[in-house]
């Protein structure tokens, strides 16, 4: 899995690139923690971009649920964007588009 991060205006957008699965679930924890750490209540949403994520296995939704837990204590928002059909369909079934906005672009999701 490769990983970018970078600030647009307040807000942080990080995007994974590659499957999220039980190989990369470790470092993707690792890079989204990082990236909850630099915000604070007062700045904009962490922004996960899934243009670049094709797959994403339990493992990697679990770790989504960590990190939503650390967010909400922190009092700073997680926004989904760019989500293909099939993470679509993951993030349904699963029911965590009913944990997290999902936005069809990075500035939806950055605008709330």
Same mark, same amino acid.
Do not use: C
């Given at each position: 899995?490769?990983?970018?991060?970078?600030?647009?205006?307040?807000?942080?957008? !990080?995007?994974?690139?590659?499957?999220?699965?039980?190989?990369?679930?470790? +470092?993707?924890?690792?890079?989204?923690?990082?990236?909850? #750490?630099?915000?604070?209540?007062?700045?904009?949403?962490?922004?996960?971009?899934? @243009?670049?994520?094709?797959?994403? @296995? @339990?493992?990697?939704?679990? !770790?989504?649920?960590?990190?939503? %837990?650390?967010?909400?204590? %922190?009092?700073?928002?997680?926004?989904? /964007?760019?989500?293909? #059909?099939?993470?679509?369909?993951?993030?349904?079934?699963?029911?965590?588009? %009913?944990?997290?906005?999902?936005?069809?672009? !990075?500035? /939806? +999701?950055?605008?709330?």
């Amino acid at each position: 899995m490769e990983w970018t991060s970078k600030a647009r205006g307040n807000a942080l957008v !990080v995007r994974p690139t590659g499957a999220i699965d039980h190989d990369s679930a470790e +470092a993707f924890q690792e890079n989204l923690t990082a990236a909850l #750490e630099q915000l604070t209540e007062t700045d904009g949403p962490l922004v996960i971009d899934f @243009s670049g994520v094709d797959y994403m @296995s @339990s493992v990697g939704l679990r !770790v989504l649920m960590r990190v939503s %837990k650390t967010a909400k204590t %922190k009092s700073v928002q997680l926004a989904v /964007a760019n989500l293909n #059909e099939t993470m679509v369909e993951i993030f349904q079934i699963s029911r965590f588009d %009913k944990l997290f906005p999902l936005h069809d672009s !990075v500035d /939806a +999701a950055i605008a709330g």
